[in-house]
């Protein structure tokens, strides 16, 4: 089982203080909120992606890369990759140099975004959301997968002899989730090319997110990937913990109380009743979290959102300093233990070369005259007048 963390890059006002940070400020703090990740033994830490305030999180890769270069055995992921809105090129080369730049230890989580006059800034429109997310990622794979592409779809221009670079690390590309709420269509696509479910698991009760997993483990066995139950399956959540239940209620509920997301509506209680949010000891976050698996089976990636609301950094350290030495621990013994011999373990960089039979280097070589198709000293050649036009 892999545990971690994920993290939106929200810039919300604690309601306890009334300060609000700074972009440097929330920037900076995810940075020491993913070392802090790696020095208490989390598996992974997953970075959202947005372009709209009161998000600084325009730029995983960038994050990631930053980070990358000062931990050393952190998964670095995303917890949403717009695919809807960012050119799948950009996608390919990005995370296929960020593969290089942290010795693989990366993959992504895809997700359409349902923030909507994000959709028009890149010239999309959300009505196809879908087909936006299906037509981007047919595309993306050919990028990864292939070393030259010839290649014609609806949303974007068409490409002639394209090559993406860098070319994948070891000549396998990053490992991807696909990530959902509440779109069937979603799951759907994650089943049919056999990769990862993320369900984001807030909000909503159990019972839907039962009905998402058990769509995607169906799929997957009709399109003949192994049986429901080697299905990959990743879980997010909220969680706050203290010492004592009481004392994590009391800490909390000003920020839940006037968190944007869902602040102003049901209380705290009432909420943690409906959905998965749990507020409490080490030991209630423990058995709320095994109780996951009654409903959605054996999977293997686990993921809380710790650092929104207007959390401050001190909090959110104190935070992973528990769950780190007293909960996750826990949690891995007991999901490990828990885990039938024929369900796999979360696909990694280094599994992944290994079933492709050993890593090969993969870059594609050209000819200095062949980059451009011309001659590198074409350029001195052109008469700068005949460019002008009347």
């Known amino acids: ?12 006002t604690d309601p306890t203080t009334g300060h609000t940070p700074s ?31 009161p998000f600084a999180a325009s730029s995983p890769t960038t994050t990631m890369a ?50 909507g006059p994000v959709y028009p800034w890149f010239g999309k429109d959300i009505r196809d959301g879908i087909a936006l997310a299906v037509e981007n990622y047919a595309l993306l794979r050919r990028l990864w997968n292939e070393d030259v592409v010839n290649w014609e779809g609806k949303f974007r221009t068409p490409l002639q002899g394209f090559t993406a670079t860098p070319r994948p690390l070891d000549g396998v590309a990053p490992f991807v989730w696909h990530g959902s709420i509440r779109s069937p269509e979603i799951a759907e696509q994650a089943a049919y090319y056999g990769d990862g479910f993320f369900h ?69 209680e009432e909420f943690m009743e409906a959905t998965p949010l749990t507020v409490g000891s080490p030991q209630q976050i423990i058995e709320r979290t ?8 054996d999977y293997q990636r686990q993921l809380f959102l710790i650092d929104h609301a207007g959390l401050p950094l001190k909090t959110v350290l104190e935070q992973m300093d528990i769950l780190g030495e007293e909960v996750f621990p826990v949690l891995r013994k007991e999901f ?16 992944l070369v290994a079933a492709a039979g050993g890593p090969k280097d993969s870059t594609v070589h050209a000819a200095a005259d062949d980059v451009t198709g011309q001659s590198p000293h074409a350029v001195s050649r052109i008469n700068p007048a005949a460019l002008v036009q009347d």
């Open 336 to 351: 490990d233990a828990l885990r039938p011999a024929n369900v796999p373990e979360a696909p990694t960089h280094a599994s």
């Open 200 to 268: 984001n698991h807030i909000f909503w009760p159990a019972s839907h997110t039962k009905q998402m997993v058990e769509l995607y483990r169906r799929r997957f066995a009709h399109y003949g990937h192994g049986t429901p139950e080697q299905a990959i399956v990743g879980l997010g959540g909220q969680v706050f913990v203290g010492k004592n239940s009481q004392d994590a209620v009391n800490r909390f509920r000003p920020y839940f109380d006037k968190a944007p997301v869902y602040g102003h509506g049901p209380s705290l």
């Open 1 to 12: 089982m892999q545990l971690g963390i994920f993290t939106v890059g929200d810039v919300t």
């Open 23 to 53: 972009e440097n400020e929330r920037i900076k703090a995810t940075v020491a909120i993913a070392k802090k990740a790696e020095e208490v033994g989390m598996d992974v830490m997953a970075f959202g992606q947005h372009h709209n305030p």
């Open 66 to 115: 930053f980070v990358a270069a000062q931990t050393e055995k952190l998964l670095l992921s995303t917890a949403t990759t717009l695919i809807t809105t960012t050119d799948p090129v950009r996608i390919a080369e990005d995370y296929a140099q960020l593969q290089h730049l942290a010795d693989g230890r990366v993959d992504l989580t895809l997700g359409r975004g349902n923030t």
């Open 290 to 297: 095994l109780s996951f698996r009654d409903y959605v089976g």
